[in-house]
């Protein structure tokens, strides 16, 4: 299973950006999907994530103001960024909870894109 993430870059302070990742390759199932972030010296995060019924969790520090969504047909989740602040400057990863045809249930990441928020 193959994530590629798209739609990162640089956005002033209380701008938006909306990143959309997909999933493909052999894929039977995927149950949870999710964003999670990293910056510079720090580890990783959880952002938000969304189960395949739609449920949706997010970390206290982008409540209200990021909204996960996903399209199950397309495979592909998308991380919706609105009244951006400088410390959401981060890579920011797409994770999906997955099944191959053949194989049981792991996590895929994908490259990670680059938000830079910054006037």
């Known amino acids: 299973v193959q994530l590629q993430a798209s739609g990162g870059g640089l956005v002033q302070p209380g701008g938006s950006l909306r990143l959309s990742c997909a999933a493909s390759?052999?894929?039977?199932?995927?149950?949870?999907m999710g964003w999670y972030r990293q910056a510079p010296g720090k580890q990783r995060d959880l952002v938000a994530t969304i189960t395949v019924g739609g449920n949706t969790n997010y970390a206290d520090s982008v409540k209200g103001r990021f909204t996960i969504s996903r399209d199950n047909a397309k495979n592909t989740v998308y991380l919706q960024m609105n009244s951006l602040k400088p410390e959401d400057t981060a890579v920011y990863y797409c994770n999906a909870n997955a099944r191959r045809i053949g194989s049981g249930w792991r996590d895929y990441w994908g490259q990670g894109t680059l938000v830079t928020v910054s006037s």
């Open positions: 390759g052999s894929i039977f199932a995927i149950n949870v």
